[in-house]
């Protein structure tokens, strides 16, 4: 890679970062408040981690074969669908349940 690559690649790992943080904060729910809410919303962030680093990196291992990496990149935007969606899912039941428990006194 030359410097335009990496100088390219910055913005893209601002997404990267913020995929990582929404990662340990859904690891730490999970440690706090185990259930499938919190067990759907880590599938869902390491799916969108997962998809962030081979949509940001993934072009330069095809040597820029934008038809192959096309082809290669369908089941990544599949899998970052169903990782939003999961992860939506179980955030809005989780914030369900943490509202609706009666607070300890």
Known sequence: MDEYQLFALLPQSIG????????????????????????????GAFARLVCGLFFSVGIYFF???????????????????????????????FAYQLFSTPAEV
Do not use: C, W
Request: net charge negative; charged share 10%.
């Open 16 to 43: 990267v970062i913020a995929n990582l943080l929404i990662v340990g904060a859904t690891v730490y729910a999970i440690a706090t408040r185990p259930s499938i809410a919190t067990g759907l919303m880590l599938f």
């Open 63 to 93: 040597d820029n074969d934008y038809e192959r990496y096309a082809m290669v990149g369908m089941p990544f935007q599949i899998l970052a669908y169903l990782g939003v969606v999961a992860f939506f899912v179980g955030f809005f039941v």
